[in-house]
């Protein structure tokens, strides 16, 4: 079984400045990551994901996260942020190789940038 | 390809009826699931199908919750005699088990069910 701990319920940061969205996970198998994102009152939309290969991985709008496997980690970063970045971020985890199947979700952290 | 399209967006029932939600998956994909949502919370398992085959089912999902995919394209889920604690976000993903990048899960919209 797998479980994620996202350990931010609420990221509050001003325009322009870093951010880091934190995810922790467990898994006694090896493991496919996922970051969702959920703009208000739309559904979930894939951000990233890890697969194998590259432990980096980028999306189009800025966003990147390390797949860290000695800290069961997959932050997410952005350098600078914008105001449209606000919405809230899910990150997902399931096994990887021929197991794949559901997604486990942590509780999500509401990110909201400030002008 | 149009995405994965839920329906109805909303319902609104009393306790004790039964409601029927409609899932249509992006038209390639062959694999199915259904997810539910509380206010606050991450999405949580409910079940998953492959083709017309369901393959694992969350103990989430009570014997009041029913899902089919009879042909192996849409997918209906029924919840009987609804109870207020039922009141969630329903949401309906697809993949395919058939290309390179497996297992990314595409959600549509979502359900919203509020038992009164």
């Known amino acids: 079984a797998q479980s994620v701990t996202q350990l931010d319920s609420q990221v509050p940061v001003f325009e322009e400045a870093p951010v880091e969205l934190r995810c922790n996970y467990s898994?006694?198998?090896?493991?496919?990551l996922f970051w969702y994102v959920q703009y208000p009152n739309q559904g979930l939309q894939l951000l990233l994901k890890y697969l194998s290969g590259s432990t980096l991985v980028e999306s189009i709008n800025g966003f990147e996260a390390e797949f860290n496997k000695s800290q069961t980690s997959f932050h997410l970063r952005k350098p600078s942020v914008h105001i449209s970045d606000t919405a809230e971020y899910f990150c997902?985890?399931?096994?990887?190789?021929?197991?794949?199947?559901?997604?486990?979700f942590g509780q999500g952290t509401i990110l909201t940038v400030h002008p | 390809d149009t995405g994965v399209s839920q329906n109805p967006r909303h319902k609104i029932t009393k306790r004790g009826q039964n409601v029927t939600f409609r899932c249509d998956p992006i038209?390639?994909?062959?694999?199915l699931y259904w997810y539910r949502q509380t206010l606050g919370q991450g999405p949580e398992f409910l079940t998953y199908f492959q083709n017309e085959a369901q393959l694992e089912k969350s103990r989430l999902l009570s014997d009041r919750f029913s899902a089919e995919r009879p042909k192996g394209s849409f997918s209906t889920l029924e919840i009987q005699r609804t109870e207020q604690g039922d009141s969630a976000m329903y949401l309906c993903a697809s993949s395919s088990t058939y290309i390179l990048a497996k297992n990314i899960q595409y959600f549509g919209a979502g359900t919203r069910l509020s038992v009164l």
């Open positions: 898994s006694s198998v090896s493991v496919y």
């Open positions: 038209s390639e994909h062959n694999r």
């Open positions: 997902a985890v399931s096994p990887g190789g021929t197991s794949y199947g559901k997604l486990t």
